[in-house]
């Protein structure tokens, strides 16, 4: 949803029209629309590849080390100690937002 309202205030910002409710609600429409054609930003890329990776490897079987991660953010901390393991699920994230973009536009 903070990235809808980021959208949105983006968009704001762009416009110099007193504001109603009802337009407010319009330029967040307008944004999320705009949103889902628009490239994936940095943030949804990070918040996709953490959650990928926080569901393929909730402990770190396999791996020298006794790590067991807590939770979303300490895999992905653990996983920036593992030369390549973080841009492998931020490629992955990308293709997963592609997929699903494609999918919403056609």
Known sequence: ???LLD?????ERGMDDDLTFQTVRELA??????GRSAPPTAVEIEAVAK???WRSCKKWDG?????????????????GEIC????????RAK???EIARKAVTE
């Open 1 to 3: 949803m903070s990235i």
């Open 7 to 11: 959208e949105a205030d983006a968009y």
């Open 29 to 34: 429409g307008t944004a999320y629309m705009a």
């Open 51 to 53: 959650k990928l990776l």
């Open 63 to 79: 791996i020298e080390s006794d790590c067991v991660a807590k939770d979303e953010d300490d895999a992905w901390d653990y996983a």
């Open 84 to 91: 390549g393991y973080q841009e492998d699920y931020i490629a």
């Open 95 to 97: 293709e997963v937002l």
